[in-house]
């Protein structure tokens, strides 16, 4: 019986890296035989089999040894997920992606739960970072056209949008980037090709909210690191792509003039029509998901069209979930980016700079998140339900280890 349990809790270890992996990859379409493999069916499925793990350590040990020990999980993410829950009170109708929040937030607690090793911990941070070159050349492989800069074809293959892409490389991308800066050898080589291969694709995706939240991690890492060269070296080379290709200046310029873009000018409509709903629901909103937003703009607008979002995640929690829920998300943030500083203050050399590489990932997740709503999408929330995992992780490890230093 012990045996069991042991192996099973190494088998949920390898499928939770399974699913970090098929995030670098994309989804596997295996319709040969029926289905599909991604990230995120492997993390649901991975759930119940983890359930099924600690019920047996439970049967097996007692109550006392499933696990989450003090300090046990951090108050941020269970204050957001109670709201996010209270906000679909009295009913839970609508609740399709409320279901998709809890799976995320059951992923969290997986990898807070099992990857407390160090080597473990490392094996995920490295599979995050980067696998997602795998992604971009299997885009480009698909779809080599997307190279030429003239046409704009956007890069989104095998992700089921190009602004999904880029949010992934967004925050991806400044972890590869703390590897390359941080580490050595092979390593090093992996992370330079890696982060060579998502920043064109980044590119190509078109996505302006992304390249928004990588320039913004990107600065941010130089000024934290204070090492300017690498940075200089991306811009330059983001600036030379810019000024050969029409269709990326043109996307630029529309970020300086909004209101020529007709995209712009719908999602702002969007985001108004987000904010007046959460102003007349200004505590708990109308309850979270899309579902939910919808009914809450029929009260306001009967022929309203269909809003399938607000695409901005900060007037999408405010509508959904009131101020109760955005301010706790705003907690959460805050304190997620506040515990990456202090974990790099605890250590030195490659440890510390990759500290900051995870820190500037969630400088890009909050900025990307003006022009879109990364909850709603499987792969970003599990790379974004994961990354705070590893962020919580890390912190406990490194008070036990000061406080043991004390001692």
Not at 5 to 15: E, L, N, Q, S
Not at 40 to 59: D, E, P
Not at 171 to 188: D, K, Q, S, W
Request: charged share 15%; with cysteine; aromatic share 12%.
């Amino acid at each position: 019986m012990d045996k069991i349990i042991a192996w099973w809790g190494k088998t949920v270890f390898v499928f939770l890296c399974v699913s970090i992996v098929l995030l670098g990859t994309g989804p596997l379409d295996l319709s040969s035989f029926g289905f599909s493999v991604s990230a995120w069916s492997v993390s649901r499925t991975t759930f119940f089999f983890w359930l099924l793990w600690k019920l047996g350590i439970a049967v097996r040990y007692g109550g006392s040894q499933v696990g989450f020990r003090e300090p046990a999980i951090p108050i941020p993410p269970i204050i957001f997920f109670t709201f996010v829950t209270l906000s679909l009170l009295p009913d839970f109708h609508q609740a399709a992606d409320y279901r998709y929040f809890f799976l995320g937030a059951m992923h969290y607690l997986m990898i807070f739960d099992g990857c407390s090793e160090p080597k473990r911990w490392k094996l995920i941070v490295c599979l995050l970072a980067l696998l997602p070159g795998l992604l971009a050349v299997r885009g480009i492989l698909y779809d080599p056209l997307v190279l030429e800069l003239g046409q704009m074809r956007r890069f989104g293959y095998p992700l089921p949008h190009p602004n999904i892409a880029g949010y992934l490389f967004a925050m991806t991308l400044p972890i590869c980037l703390a590897l390359a800066v941080g580490e050595t050898g092979r390593l090093r080589v992996t992370s330079l090709i890696s982060g060579g291969a998502q920043l064109l694709a980044l590119t190509v995706t078109y996505s302006r909210g992304s390249w928004l939240g990588f320039c913004a991690a990107i600065f941010s890492f130089g000024v934290m690191l204070k090492r300017w060269k690498e940075i200089w070296v991306i811009l330059t080379l983001v600036g030379l792509l810019v000024s050969f290709a029409i269709p990326l200046q043109q996307r630029v310029l529309s970020l300086l003039k909004p209101q020529t873009d007709f995209s712009i000018n719908e999602r702002i409509e969007a985001m108004d029509a987000g904010l007046r709903v959460g102003v007349r629901h200004p505590v708990l909103g109308v309850g979270y998901g899309r579902g939910r937003l919808r009914e809450g703009l029929k009260e306001l607008q009967p022929n309203v069209g269909h809003i399938a979002h607000t695409h901005n995640m900060y007037v999408e929690l405010f509508a959904e979930t009131g101020l109760l829920g955005l301010g706790s998300f705003l907690w959460l943030l805050v304190h997620a980016f506040s515990q990456s500083l202090r974990n790099a203050n605890r250590l030195e050399s490659a440890g510390r700079i990759l500290e900051l590489g995870i820190a500037a990932a969630w400088i890009a997740f909050a900025v990307t998140g003006l022009g879109d709503m990364p909850l709603f999408h499987h792969e970003i929330r599990i790379v974004f339900f994961t990354l705070l995992a590893l962020t919580h992780i890390h912190n406990r490890r490194s008070s036990f280890a000061s406080n043991a230093a004390r001692d």
